[in-house]
C-alpha cells in the first residue's frame, strides 16, 4: 500500500538528513520536491497545491527546535498535514435513535460495493449489532445471489425479493426491508444499491430515490482507491447526484501511490470511513488517518 509515495518521500527526508539548519532554498527544493513525489501518486492538483503551501508555511515558521533536528521537523509537519487532509479524527459511523440506522451503499460496479456490505456487516456482526444486507441491485443478473453468498460467509441475514414475487423495483425492496428489519429486530440495515460502469445518469436517480424513500442515517460512497484520481471525478458525480456523508476506500491493497486516498476528503469535504484492503472479509476496518499518515512515512 502507498509503497511508491512512501520511497519518494523517504528520500526526499533523507537529503535533509545532513542540514544542521534549513535555509528558505533548502524548504523551497523540499517542497518542490514533495509537490513532485503527490502529483507521481496521482494526488488531485489543488489537493496538492493546498499541501505543499501549508508544509511551506509551517517549514518557514518552524522554530530552532532542541528535541528534532530540521529533517525530523520537516517528517514531522509532513505526517500532521498527512493526517490533515486524509480527515484529522476518524470519522465513526453514527447510529439513529431508534433502530434500525439504515445505511446505503454507493459507487460504481466492480467498485467493490458487494464485498464491503459483506464486510462491514460482519465488522458489525463481531460488535455484538445484528445487521441486516439488502439487494437493492436488481438490475446486474446474479447481484442478488452474489450478495446472498457474501451474507452467507459473513453470517448476516439478506433481504431480497423472493423470486417470482413479483417485486422488481429497488425503491420497494428498500422500503420493505426497513419494515422487516424492526419485525425482526435488526439494529442495522445495510443497502446495497447497483452501480454501473460508468457515471450514468439512470443509476444516480434509483440511488437518488432510495435515498429518499429509506432517509439513510449514513450514505458510503464506495470507491476502487486503484482508480487514482478519477476516484475524484466519480466522487463529485456522486456527491451531485446522490450526495454521501462518508467515503470508502476499496482495493487499498493494491494501491502504490495514494492518489484516491489523498484527494478524495479535501475534494468533497466528506470523511474517509473505511477502508477494504483485500478480497477476504476480515480485510477492513475502520479508517485511521493517523495510522495511514504513519504508514506512508514508515
Ligand atoms: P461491486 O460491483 O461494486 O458490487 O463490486 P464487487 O464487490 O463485486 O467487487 C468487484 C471485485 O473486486 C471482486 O472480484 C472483489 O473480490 C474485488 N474486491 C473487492 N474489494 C476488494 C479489495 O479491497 N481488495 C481487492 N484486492 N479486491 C477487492
Known amino acids: 500500500m502507498f509503497e511508491t509515495l512512501s520511497d519518494r518521500l523517504t528520500s526526499v527526508f533523507s537529503s535533509l538528513r545532513s542540514k544542521g539548519r534549513l535555509s528558505d532554498a533548502d524548504i523551497d527544493a523540499t517542497t518542490r520536491e514533495i509537490r513532485i513525489a503527490l502529483l507521481e501518486a496521482d494526488v488531485a492538483l489543488p489537493v496538492v497545491k493546498a499541501f505543499v503551501a501549508q508544509v511551506k508555511e509551517r517549514a518557514r515558521g518552524a522554530e530552532v527546535s532542541q528535541a528534532l533536528n530540521p529533517a525530523q521537523q520537516v517528517v514531522k509537519i509532513v505526517n500532521d498535514e498527512l ?83 413479483g417485486v422488481g423495483d429497488p425503491v420497494e425492496v428498500s422500503r420493505r426491508s426497513i419494515d422487516e428489519a424492526r419485525r425482526l429486530n435488526h439494529d442495522i440495515v445495510i443497502i446495497d444499491t447497483a452501480g454501473r460502469l460508468g457515471i450514468d445518469q439512470e443509476m444516480m436517480k434509483q440511488a437518488a430515490d432510495i435515498r429518499d424513500a429509506v432517509r439513510p442515517d449514513e450514505t458510503l460512497f464506495v470507491v476502487d482507491a486503484m482508480i487514482g484520481q478519477d476516484a475524484v471525478t466519480t466522487a463529485q458525480a456522486f456527491m451531485e447526484g446522490v450526495g454521501f456523508d462518508g467515503v470508502v476506500l476499496t482495493k487499498l491493497d493494491g494501491d502504490a501511490r495514494g492518489g484516491a486516498a489523498l484527494s478524495v476528503r479535501h475534494i468533497t469535504g466528506r470523511p474517509i470511513m473505511f477502508a477494504s484492503t483485500g478480497e477476504k472479509l476480515e480485510d477492513f476496518d475502520a479508517f485511521h488517518p493517523d495510522r495511514m499518515a504513519s504508514r506512508i512515512l514508515d
Do not use: C
Not at 487532509?85 to 467493490?112: C, D, N, S, Y
Not at 460488535?127 to 452467507?152: I, T
Open 83 to 165: 493526517i490533515e487532509i486524509l480527515g484529522g479524527e476518524t470519522r465513526r459511523l453514527r447510529f439513529a435513535k431508534t433502530a434500525p440506522t439504515v445505511v446505503m451503499l454507493a459507487g460504481l460496479q466492480g467498485a467493490g460495493k458487494t464485498t464491503l456490505a459483506g464486510k462491514l456487516a460482519r465488522w458489525l456482526r463481531e460488535q455484538g449489532h445484528a445487521p441486516m444486507l439488502v439487494a437493492a441491485d436488481l438490475q446486474r443478473p446474479n447481484a442478488v445471489q452474489q450478495l446472498q453468498v457474501v451474507g452467507e460467509r459473513a453470517q448476516v441475514a439478506v433481504y431480497a425479493p423472493e423470486p417470482g414475487s
